[in-house]
Nanobody, 118 residues
Framework: QVQIVESGGCLVQPGGSLRLSCTTS????????AAWYRQAPGKQREWVAG???????VYWNSVKGRCTFSRVIDEGIVYLQLNNLRPEDTAIYYC????????????WGQGTQVTVTS
């Protein structure tokens, strides 16, 4: 059974930092490409950061310079470090893993809430 579980979301003040974690199980993690998405209230889900098809880490412009994507392949864990948080970063953050070659093997976690407010 595949499980994708995010954690680390919380209420934080503007300018603060936090690290989101995504633990995976039931998959061979090295065969998947991971990414973080987020969905703000009343908005569509949007891609935040992840691994490109070329294997490089890429970031959405809005978080570039404030965000670090990392992963521990042997443990099947993905992280998203968020710094200098802004109120517009408030959203539910989701972890996604997609098989490199089998597009139907696409899994999501339940999300973790990040709220940036003073």
């Amino acid at each position: 059974q595949v499980q994708i579980v995010e954690s680390g979301g919380c209420l934080v003040q503007p300018g603060g930092s936090l690290r989101l974690s995504c633990t995976t199980s039931g998959i061979i993690f090295k065969d998947y490409r991971a990414a973080w998405y987020r969905q703000a209230p009343g908005k569509q889900r949007e891609w935040v950061a992840g691994i490109s098809e070329e294997g490089t880490i890429v970031y959405w412009n809005s978080v570039k310079g404030r965000c670090t994507f990392s992963r521990v392949i042997d443990e099947g864990i993905v992280y998203l470090q968020l710094n200098n948080l802004r109120p517009e970063d408030t959203a539910i953050y989701y972890c996604n893993v997609r098989h490199l070659f089998k597009g139907d093997r696409d899994f999501w976690g339940q999300g973790t809430q990040v709220t940036v407010t003073s």
